[in-house]
Nanobody
Framework: QVQLVQSGGGSVQTGGSLRLSCTAS????????MGWFRQAPGKEREGVAR????????YYSDSVKGRFTISQDSAKNTLYLQINSAKPEDTGTYYC?????????????????????WGQGTQVTVSS
């Protein structure tokens, strides 16, 4: 499976912005479902954004729609998550994930268990 290495994250005040990066060890610009998940203490890991790399189709949870943007740089094998208008409820550990076997029609609702490659996680803290 492809290896994923994350960077970015940190602390930001409410309304601020952050960008997370996730670099893959192999070519992921075709036929990959990739996503960003987050996990707050005591809560389950939830999907916030996904992209099917072949088509570039993107999917967002209702809680982040209009504020977060998932994108890819195929030349760098890198996935990004731009966080704008951050809210305290965005606080958590963010993970990127990828899987070659998830079809495009399912990518929008793929669960954490469906992904076989994960980044190491990065903390995002939004203070009020």
């Amino acid at each position: 499976q492809v290896q994923l290495v994350q960077s970015g994250g940190g602390s930001v005040q409410t309304g601020g912005s952050l960008r997370l990066s996730c670099t893959a060890s192999a070519y992921t610009a075709s036929n990959y479902c990739m996503g960003w998940f987050r996990q707050a203490p005591g809560k389950e890991r939830e999907g916030v954004a996904r992209i099917y790399t072949s088509s570039g189709s993107t999917y967002y949870s209702d809680s982040v729609k209009g504020r977060f943007t998932i994108s890819q740089d195929s030349a760098k094998n890198t996935l990004y998550l731009q966080i704008n208008s951050a809210k305290p409820e965005d606080t958590g550990t963010y993970y990127c994930a990828a899987d070659y076997g998830i079809e495009g029609t399912y990518c929008s609702r793929a669960y954490p268990v469906d992904f076989r490659s994960w980044g190491q996680g990065t903390q995002v803290t939004v203070s009020s």
